[in-house]
Every structure is written in C-alpha cells, then in structure tokens.
C-alpha cells in the first residue's frame, strides 16, 4: 500500500532564508506525488505534481520539488522564504484505485511551515 | 480556473440532528470526494463518487452516507451528528483521464468546519 511521511511537524525559517519540507513516500509501483498547500482558513492548492516525466519539478510561488527513488524521497524546497508562505503543506501520493475508475490521495500528515520576519 | 463550492464555512449542529453538507463544482469533473481534515491527521477520505449516483467507501465511512442526483453536486449527510463529528470537512472533485494515469490532481472547497455541541 502507498503511504506518505512528513519528517516534521512544525519547521520555522526566517524571512529570506531557504525552505526544506521532507517528504518520503513508501509505492509498489512507480507512484505520482503531489504537494498542496494551505493558508489558514483555505482549501487546499495544488503546488506542484511528479508524474515519472522531470525528477525536478517546478511548481508555482517559487516551489519545487526532487523525485529521488532512490531515497524515496519527494522534498520540498524553496530558495528564500517569504511571509506569504507561512501555511500547512501536505505530501500526498496517489494511488490506484477501484479499478482505475479513479485515483485515491493518500495524504501526509502535514507540515506547518512558520516564517519570521 | 475549476471552482469548487461548499455550502457553508461555519456550522454549529446539536447531537443527533441530521446534518447535509453542500459541494458543487462548476468545471464537468466526473469525480468528487469528502475528506475530513483533523490536526495531525492530515485528510482521511470518507466518501467519493466517480459518476451521478455511484458512490464509494473511502477510509472512513462510518456514520456518514452521500447523494450524487447531478454531476456537479455531491452531498455528505451526517445522519446522527455526534460530537466526535467536530472537524473540518474538505470536498474535491478531479476529471476523469482513463485507467492509463494517475496523476489526478484534485481541486479542493474552502472547507466547512463543523461543530456538534
């Protein structure tokens, strides 16, 4: 079965210095693997998607992400932080399911990612 | 841009009263799902549907039941709200692409968060 862990819970960077969130997934098959992202209050937004094309995928806000099968890894990195950036951020895995009729998100746990200023 | 709907933000329900939950999404999409959504628990899948009126078990269905009568709307119904039904419920809807991909995105609500008192 697929399965996500987030290595942390709670990560707090300052403004303008890099962002990692960990991620390592456990997948029998070549699995795809998403980030969401979401701001207090809100639902969920798609940051970015692995789907066996580029190991390095680029997402929207400066995000990106590095499929390592290897270390069944799938972490999520930034640059430099910015104050917008402070949310709760989800690994996810998609799995197959009910005959392919559709996929199913098998979610982390989450990581809530503080900035100071 | 998909757009995603849920009835309402804030609701406050008393202990045993039967309680619907609200999802509309404007972009055709075959698929829909409920989560809920519980600090340290990430999203746990209650119930999706692949098409009008079908319907299937996620994670956790208990206590729960759904209603597909038009593609764009999916209800979740609590049919005996229980104070252990407190939490933030998350709908998503994803298109369909054939049993060859797994990299469906899913687009979410803003969330209901739900309250039994």
């Known amino acids: 079965a697929q399965s996500v862990t987030q290595l942390d819970s709670h990560v707090s960077v300052s403004e303008g210095t890099p962002v990692l969130l960990r991620c390592n997934y456990s997948s029998s098959y070549s699995p795809s693997l998403f980030w969401y992202v979401q701001h207090p209050n809100k639902g969920l937004q798609l940051l970015l998607k692995?789907?066996?094309?580029?190991?390095l995928v680029k997402g929207i806000n400066g995000f990106e992400a590095e499929f390592k099968k290897s270390e069944t890894s799938f972490h999520l990195t930034k640059p430099s932080a910015h104050m917008s950036d402070a949310a709760e951020y989800f690994c996810?895995?998609?799995?197959?399911?009910?005959?392919?009729?559709?996929?199913?998100?098998?979610f982390g746990t989450g990581t809530l990612l503080a900035v100071q200023p | 841009d998909v757009k995603v709907t849920q009835s309402s933000r804030y609701l406050v329900k008393r202990t045993g009263e039967k309680v619907f939950l609200e999802c509309v999404q404007d972009?055709?999409?075959?698929?829909m799902f409920w989560y809920r959504q519980d600090p340290g628990l990430g999203l746990r899948l209650i119930y999706f549907?692949?098409?009008?009126?079908?319907?299937e078990k996620g994670d956790i269905p208990e206590g729960y039941s759904v209603s597909r009568e038009k593609k764009e709307r999916f209800s979740l119904i609590l049919e005996s709200a229980s104070t252990n039904q407190t939490s933030m419920y998350l709908c998503?809807?994803?298109?369909?692409?054939?049993?060859?991909?797994?990299?469906?995105?899913?687009?979410f609500g803003p969330g209901t968060r739900l309250t039994v008192t």
């Open positions: 972009m055709d999409h075959e698929n």
């Open positions: 549907s692949y098409d009008v009126k079908m319907k």
């Open positions: 692995y789907t066996s094309a580029a190991t």
């Open positions: 996810v895995v998609s799995d197959r399911f009910y005959g392919g009729a559709t996929n199913k998100l098998i």
């Open positions: 998503a809807s994803s298109l369909f692409r054939g049993v060859t991909q797994s990299s469906y995105e899913q687009y």
